[in-house]
T-cell receptor, first 116, second 115 residues
Framework: AQKITQTQPGMFVQEKEAVTLDCTYDTSDQSYGLFWYKQPSSGEMIFLIYQGSYDEQNATEGRYSLNFQKARKSANLVISASQLGDSAMYFCAMSPRSKAGTALIFGKGTTLSVSS | GAGVSQSPRYKVAKRGQDVALRCDPISGHVSLFWYQQALGQGPEFLTYFQNEAQLDKSGLPSDRFFAERPEGSVSTLKIQRTQQEDSAVYLC?????????????FGEGSRLTVL
């Protein structure tokens, strides 16, 4: 069965510091995609970053980078230079790329709180 | 706006009432997903449409849940005889691509509270 595990219910960081949000996944598929979404209090899920299972380089999008360790089945999100506006819930998700229309499987999320 | 629009944003229903939640996806998006997000949890898949065809409804928790997308654009999620355990945020997402990897765009959700 496919599963996403996020073990950190909450993380606290000060402005301008870097923070790592953990994500491990379980799948028997060879081809899959890994995603991170941000959900502020407004409720909308905002796409942050994507990593394909065959991508050799770690994905980066501005201040976000994905530390992909395939052998360990981990896909941690690193946010550099945290900002107050980064305070939100963060969800790791997975989709088997091989199957059309397959929905994302989400973890339970990590609440990030950034203080000044 | 150009994003996914959901209505109502908030709905309070008495137990046993029927509710209908609407999703307006981004124009031209082929794929449409419904998710249920309980308080403090991640979203869980309910159902998937490719255009007007409902290709996967394996996540619908009971036969009280019904979804449709008759013209391949707007979708409605209907819950009959609501129960307290149906209280959750219902998220709609759409993507341009019919499958494989297509970036999902989410609406802000409809928060349902069943009393």
């Amino acid at each position: 069965a496919q599963k996403i595990t996020q073990t950190q219910p909450g993380m606290f960081v000060q402005e301008k510091e870097a923070v790592t949000l953990d994500c491990t996944y379980d799948t028997s598929d060879q081809s899959y995609g890994l995603f991170w979404y941000k959900q502020p209090s407004s409720g909308e899920m905002i796409f942050l970053i994507y990593q394909g299972s065959y991508d050799e380089q770690n994905a980066t999008e501005g201040r976000y980078s994905l530390n992909f360790q395939k052998a360990r089945k981990s896909a941690n999100l690193v946010i550099s230079a945290s900002q107050l506006g980064d305070s939100a819930m963060y969800f790791c998700a997975m989709s088997p790329r091989s199957k059309a229309g397959t929905a994302l499987i989400f973890g339970k999320g990590t609440t990030l709180s950034v203080s000044s | 706006g150009a994003g996914v629009s959901q209505s109502p944003r908030y709905k309070v229903a008495k137990r046993g009432q029927d509710v209908a939640l609407r999703c307006d996806p981004i124009s031209g998006h082929v794929s449409l997903f419904w998710y249920q997000q309980a308080l403090g949890q991640g979203p869980e898949f309910l159902t998937y449409f490719q255009n007007e065809a409902q290709l996967d409804k394996s996540g619908l928790p009971s036969d009280r849940f019904f979804a449709e997308r008759p013209e391949g654009s707007v979708s409605t999620l209907k819950i009959q005889r609501t129960q307290q355990e149906d209280s959750a945020v219902y998220l709609c997402a759409s993507s341009l691509e019919p499958g494989e990897y297509g970036e999902l765009f989410f609406g802000e959700g409809s928060r349902l509270t069943v009393l």
